[in-house]
Structure formats: C-alpha cells, structure tokens
C-alpha cells in the first residue's frame, strides 16, 4: 500500500516521526481547555519534545548495513562479531575515547580501553545503531557532537569525538 522508495524513507525517521505526532498529540490536549488538561498537555507535550531531540540526534546512527558483522550492547558492554577481521568485547565503564576514522573510504568507530585495547567497528554494521544509547550514557559525551561527525561526509579521515577526563 505503501511505495518502496517511502518506506525506505520512513522506517529510519519511525521513532522521530512518533515524538513529532506526540508533540501534536500534547499540544491538541492542551487546547482543550482548562487547567488540568493545559498541564496534561504541557507535560506529554514536553515529554514528546524530549523523545523528539534523543530520535533526531540517534537518527545518524541509523544506516543501511553494508559492513560484516554485528555489534550488540548488553549490560554496559559493547560486543562485536566480526566475520573477516577481529572482533572483541569492550566494557563502557573502561572506555577512554572514542574516534571516528576512515579506512578504505568506509568510516569505523576506533573505541580504547584505559589499558590501550582497542576495538574497530564499522558504522554501518548490524546493531550499529545501538551505540547512540551507549555513547549517551557517557560523561561528557555531546551526542549532537557525534551525530555531526557522522553526518561530515568530506573533511578529515581521523576524528576524536570523546574522550574520558582523567581522574
């Protein structure tokens, strides 16, 4: 019922099409009239809002998959299954830095430990965009840093998006 291109389109921008009709659904309860239904409004209106600015900055971590592998976050840890090359397991708390570089014209998540291990993930592996709610649960971490970082096309091959302050 749906063409193939717009749903292409759509499945991505799901989860931010929802908090856009939330954000409409809470200012309609809001004109309602009265008091409590200006606050219920407010409220599911706000709480839309934010769901709203979380989907749009998740939404550069969204790709179609084209890397081998998959990559899955489980109980504060980052797994990767790699078909070719290495894989390995890297828990959050020992993350120290983040990078984004580019190999072979395709960009890579270079994730450190504090003991200078290091994992590689491609961005557009299987369970990729997982990483946004693990990234997020970072201190310091500006997810809208890392959603323009992905979404640079051209510019340099090598990017520190984060990095753990010392202590």
Partial sequence: MIRPELRRWLMPRR?????????LLGLWIATRGGWLLGGMGLVVTLSAAVWAVGSW??????????APG????????????????LGGTIALRDLVE?????LDGRDHWRLRTRDGQALLV?????????LADAFAQLPGLDLGHVSAALSQKGGP???????????
């Fill in 15 to 23: 989860e931010l099409l929802s908090a856009i009709a939330g954000i």
């Fill in 57 to 66: 900055r998740r939404l550069a971590f969204r790709r179609d998959i084209g």
């Fill in 70 to 85: 998959v990559l899955e976050v489980d109980e504060g840890a980052i797994r990767y299954y790699a078909a070719r090359a």
């Fill in 98 to 102: 983040i990078r984004l570089l580019r």
């Fill in 122 to 130: 491609p961005v557009d592996a299987r369970g990729a965009d997982q």
């Fill in 157 to 167: 091959s090598l990017r520190i998006v984060w990095t753990a302050k010392p202590g």
